[in-house]
């Protein structure tokens, strides 16, 4: 019994620790600033639900707040780099017979 209760005591840092991280899914929306047409509030936990891998859209965007908006400010990313990418996604999933995001400028953007 003594050792049931240490292996459980060691055991919870572990189960604690897995649903914090579970928990940092990040902001439910987010704000990403357009250009002539206005902001994007992208469906960030949407997104996570549906495509359930994070590196779909992570291997371009850094995982961290604002992060796609400092690399825009370096240099790094365009704004059109972000829109592309989504569009491409977007129609990609509308191709293969799966419901999709719209891949109309007022679909997405707000004026």
Do not use: W
């Amino acid at each position: 019994m003594l050792k049931r209760v240490a292996i459980g005591i060691s055991i919870l840092p572990l189960v604690f620790a897995g649903l914090a991280f579970a928990a940092d899914r990040g902001a439910e929306f987010i704000d990403l600033q357009g250009r002539d047409f206005g902001s994007v509030q992208f469906t960030h936990l949407l997104h996570q639900i549906n495509l359930g891998d994070c590196e779909v859209c992570h291997k371009l965007y850094p995982m961290e707040t604002d992060g796609i908006e400092e690399r825009v400010r370096a240099g790094a990313l365009t704004r059109r780099q972000v829109m592309d990418n989504c569009m491409d996604c977007h129609r990609k999933t509308a191709l293969a017979g799966k419901k999709s995001g719209s891949t109309s400028c007022r679909g997405c953007h707000s004026e």
